[in-house]
């Protein structure tokens, strides 16, 4: 068991990665506040790992439910040292690694944000798909919570060998990636079991210069709310889809960044209800089972595509380029919400993969 004033993690099991002990709860605390201008961005840890299996892996219609299950458990296993039922009422709750990523807890001294009882959760899974007895799940840890990466690896290893495994695949952790640059495809080894992880630095992603005329492609269902409604096809807007982003990087930069983002929010987003896009959207469902609640849920939001022609995008573009790796809407770590923008003078980005 490793222990220290700081943070608290036990790893069950054979260990051949070892966690780094950081704070989790301090990143809001620096005194840097930025300006729009100087904001630096998100730092993005862009990962793949990949497994092989004795069998042909079979996923099922919506992996990005399973493999947050699996994985939350199994990264429970790994980090609790009290054994509680709750996290909540635990002495530890402000420094443990599992609350950090699955109850996502404002600090108690944080004065912004007050009245969100949780904070956006700093990891992305995005599932590929299965290729006979292999299978790569790509994910993203934002922020400081790339200092927690080898206890995130090892959770993915102990949920994927588990007795349950994922959606019922027993799978073999064979290597994990990191792509070089978020968005080049030039990927990395930088774990294998039984060697040393050798993580590479997380870095900004650069944005490119506006286009004049822009497509946001939707690649998994896009989960949205207006005035507490879930938006559908017909009545989407473009603020509806720009508010949610901007709303979400404010958040993760505030708690799991040292520089938090300061912009107006206000002004943005009336510019933001001005924009004219033309939409070709649909609704699509993804079927999840919550096994906390026992039932089965529909998932549903839009996917398709969103055209903005001859129109000022600089206002909002850091944020749209940005949002290409955080996604957007509820159940981003499950891989929904994800989305592409495509323009005539944009490179092309790779990933890792975009099936929910």
């Known amino acids: 068991m490793g222990l220290c004033a700081d943070f608290y993690v036990t790893i069950r099991g054979p260990a051949p990665?070892?966690?780094?002990?950081?704070?989790?709860?301090?990143?809001?605390?620096?005194?840097?506040?930025?300006t729009p201008g100087q904001w630096p961005g998100l730092k993005i840890g862009?990962?793949?790992?990949?497994?092989?299996?004795?069998?042909?892996?079979?996923m099922g219609e919506f992996p990005g439910s399973a493999w947050r299950g699996a994985l939350g458990h199994a990264l429970k296993r790994t980090a609790c040292v009290t054994r509680l039922p709750q996290c909540r009422p635990c002495a530890l709750y402000q420094s443990c690694v599992y609350p950090y990523f699955y109850d996502t807890p404002p600090p108690p001294t944080a004065q912004k944000m007050r009245r969100y009882e949780t904070?956006?959760?700093?990891?992305?899974?995005?599932?590929?798909?299965?290729?006979?007895?292999s299978y790569q799940l790509g994910f993203?840890?934002?922020?400081?919570?790339?200092?927690?990466?080898?206890?995130?690896?090892?959770?993915?290893?102990?949920?994927?060998?588990?007795?349950?495994?994922?959606?019922?695949?027993?799978?073999?952790?064979?290597?994990?990636?990191?792509?070089?640059?978020?968005?080049?495809?030039?990927?990395?080894?930088?774990?294998?079991?039984?060697?040393?992880?050798?993580?590479?630095?997380?870095?900004?992603?650069?944005t490119p210069e506006a286009p004049g005329d822009l497509r946001i492609e939707l690649l998994t269902p896009l989960r949205v709310k207006?005035?507490?409604?879930?938006?559908?096809?017909?009545?989407?807007?473009f603020a509806d889809l720009f508010g949610t982003l901007l709303r979400r990087i404010s958040m993760l930069s505030f708690f799991h960044t040292d520089t938090p983002?300061?912009?107006?929010?206000?002004?943005?987003?009336?510019q933001a209800r001005a924009i004219e896009a033309v939409t070709a959207l649909n609704w699509e469902d993804k079927l999840r089972y919550s096994s906390r609640q026992q039932v089965a849920m529909k998932l549903g939001g839009v996917i398709g595509h969103i055209e903005i022609r001859g129109q000022d995008l600089r206002p909002f573009w850091r944020y749209l380029w940005l949002g290409q790796w955080l996604h957007v809407g509820s159940g981003a770590t499950m891989g929904l919400g994800q989305y592409r923008v495509e323009g005539a003078s944009l490179p092309a980005l790779h990933d890792a993969g975009c099936q929910a």
């Open 226 to 237: 207006r005035d507490g409604r879930h938006v559908g096809p017909r009545e989407f807007r």
């Open 140 to 206: 993203k840890l934002i922020g400081v919570a790339n200092r927690q990466l080898a206890v995130f690896i090892h959770a993915l290893s102990q949920a994927a060998q588990g007795p349950k495994g994922v959606a019922g695949n027993r799978l073999q952790l064979e290597a994990v990636e990191q792509e070089t640059y978020p968005g080049s495809g030039h990927w990395r080894c930088i774990y294998r079991p039984q060697e040393a992880l050798q993580a590479l630095p997380q870095v900004v992603p650069l």
């Open 17 to 34: 990665i070892l966690a780094e002990v950081s704070d989790l709860s301090t990143a809001h605390m620096s005194n840097e506040i930025s």
């Open 46 to 58: 862009c990962y793949r790992a990949r497994f092989f299996a004795d069998a042909p892996v079979h």
């Open 119 to 133: 904070t956006p959760h700093p990891f992305i899974l995005e599932p590929g798909t299965a290729g006979g007895c």
């Open 261 to 270: 983002l300061e912009t107006d929010f206000k002004g943005l987003m009336a």
